[in-house]
């Protein structure tokens, strides 16, 4: 059993859970469920920078990568140093995240915020726009093609951008539909945790110009950014890279700063 089936098989067993303690109708009725969402696909596309941030306290590749850090700062920080949008991860045992962290970060800023998680069920989608989230994430590795058909078209539903993920040619062709709006390449393969960004570059020409292009995992240079332009990609999804500093805020700034200057 490989980490990402370990994931997936726990993260079964926690919506259960979820789901005997807090019936859809309850998330329904949240506050948040009823706010005017931000479309991330919308502001990459008018973005000279194309950052989306994350907040990651540790990874089952990292370990711990920052525990000391609140979520409010982070975000704060983030829409300071002038992202495009923030990923909130909310898996708890692998990744170190709630949903509560995304809304703290709902709370502190007024940027499309992603909930990234390892979804598997529609309920999670209804809990996402629920703690205030504007994208969801589905990860064409541990989803079939209707899965991802009924969970994309839900989110569309709920006015909620959806970013599916790929790793391979086999999964970009599997995914592909309408009811997408962006496609996400993780130069990360989720089976070894070894990176690469030629994943990225190799999928390019494949992924229809009607999908903004994001290159996730593994970006931690400027260089590597203005290469993947080239290739097209409007996203670029950084977490490590900024979390491992004492002030991932200052660093996102720096580092935009960089990106526009060249």
Do not use: W
């Not at 931000?38 to 990568?65: C, D, F, M, Q, W």
């Not at 996730?216 to 950084?238: N, P």
């Amino acid at each position: 059993m490989n980490i990402l089936d370990k994931i997936v098989a726990d993260k079964r067993n926690e919506v259960a859970l979820r789901k005997s303690l807090i019936p859809t109708n309850q998330l329904e009725a949240s506050i948040l469920f009823h706010r005017e969402t931000y479309s991330l696909s919308n502001a990459l596309k008018n973005s000279t920078s194309g950052i989306i941030a994350e907040h990651k306290r540790r990874s089952p590749s990292k370990s711990v990568i920052n525990q000391n850090l609140n979520v409010q700062d982070v975000a704060s920080g983030y829409e300071a140093a002038g992202v495009c949008g923030m990923s909130v991860l909310t898996d708890g045992k692998y990744f170190g995240g709630a949903l509560d962290d995304l809304l703290l970060a709902r709370a502190s800023l007024k940027l499309p915020l992603l909930r990234k998680e390892f979804i598997i069920d529609p309920y999670q989608i209804i809990e996402a726009k629920a703690y205030g989230a504007d994208v969801i994430l589905l990860i064409a590795a541990i989803l079939s093609r209707s899965e991802i058909k009924e969970f994309s078209e839900l989110a569309k539903s709920l006015n909620l951008d959806v970013l599916l993920e790929v790793h391979n040619e086999e999964e970009l062709h599997k995914s592909i539909m309408p009811s997408l709006d962006m496609l996400g390449v993780n130069n990360r393969n989720l089976k070894t945790f070894e990176v690469s960004l030629d994943t990225s570059k190799q999928l390019s020409s494949i992924i229809p110009d009607d999908f903004v292009k994001v290159s996730e995992s593994g970006i931690s240079s400027v260089r590597a950014i203005k290469e993947l332009q080239t290739y097209g990609y409007k996203g670029f999804l950084i977490g490590e890279n900024f979390m491992k500093t004492d002030n991932p805020g200052q660093s996102a700034k720096a580092f935009i700063n960089q990106l526009e200057q060249k």
